[in-house]
């Protein structure tokens, strides 16, 4: 099956600074990627989509200054938390979407668990 | 904007007992996937339904779209413990993008 990975897998940062996480789909190349962020016990919540070659679309209510996506190529797409806060923690998940007729699954990554302090 | 509610929040069943949660959307939907997460991992995806009253099959899994295309159902016949996990709805809309449900979190005691 597609696989597709995440990198860092867990980052712990300061107030302030900013942290690149990279999504990249291994094995297809992925049209569309999605951003999302996961607390505790809860949902899946999309921040945004990024598609290769274009600017990303925000979900209502995502800063997109603060969450600076990059889908530079069919493999691979980046989200930046700038000046990143302790409200920032969370788990960001991303997921590829392989465009092909007919199929809409996502794969998903396995995850960035991103600690501010 | 569009919303999709999953019930029940929370599940606790013995094992070899039955599990269905739930799924609605406010929306019509063009299709549903479900996905499952186990504790600590990332969602795994299970299936997509497109049709209108489709019904389909994995082992005791068994999945349903409604006629009207607004709800599904995932049952388990004969819960295991490597059931547990948090069963996730996703409706779509538009081409590739999903909406998910809050997600049944599902405990199997042996």
């Known amino acids: 099956g597609a696989v597709v990975s995440q990198h860092p897998s867990r980052v712990i940062c300061k107030s302030g600074t900013s942290v690149k996480i990279e999504c990249r789909s291994l094995?297809?190349?992925?049209?569309?990627m999605f951003w999302y962020r996961q607390f505790p016990k809860q949902s899946l919540m999309l921040m945004a989509t990024?598609?290769?070659?274009?600017?990303?679309?925000?979900e209502q209510g995502v800063e997109k200054d603060k969450f600076l996506i990059n889908h530079a190529s069919l493999t691979l797409s980046t989200l930046t938390v700038t000046s990143a806060h302790p409200e920032d923690s969370s788990f960001y998940i991303c997921?590829?979407?392989?465009?092909?007729?007919?199929?809409?699954?996502?794969?998903f990554g396995p995850g960035t668990r991103l600690t501010v302090t | 904007g569009q919303q999709v509610m999953q019930i029940p929040q929370y599940q606790h069943v013995q094992e070899g007992e039955d599990f269905t949660t739930y799924c609605n959307s406010s929306?019509?939907?063009?299709?549903i996937q479900w996905y499952k997460q186990r504790p600590g991992g990332h969602p795994v995806f299970l299936i997509q339904?497109?049709?209108?009253?489709e019904v389909k099959k994995q082992k005791r899994l068994t999945f349903q779209f409604g006629e009207a295309k607004k709800n599904s159902s995932l049952h388990i016949t004969a819960t295991q413990t490597t059931d547990v996990g948090t069963y996730f709805c996703?409706?779509?809309?538009?081409?590739?993008?999903?909406?998910f449900g809050q997600g049944t979190i599902l405990t199997v005691h042996p």
């Open positions: 997921s590829a979407h392989a465009g092909t007729s007919g199929s809409n699954e996502q794969y």
């Open positions: 094995d297809f190349q992925a049209t569309t």
């Open positions: 990024s598609n290769e070659g274009s600017k990303a679309t925000y």
């Open positions: 929306t019509t939907l063009s299709n």
């Open positions: 339904l497109v049709k209108s009253g």
């Open positions: 996703g409706g779509g809309t538009s081409y590739g993008k999903l909406t």
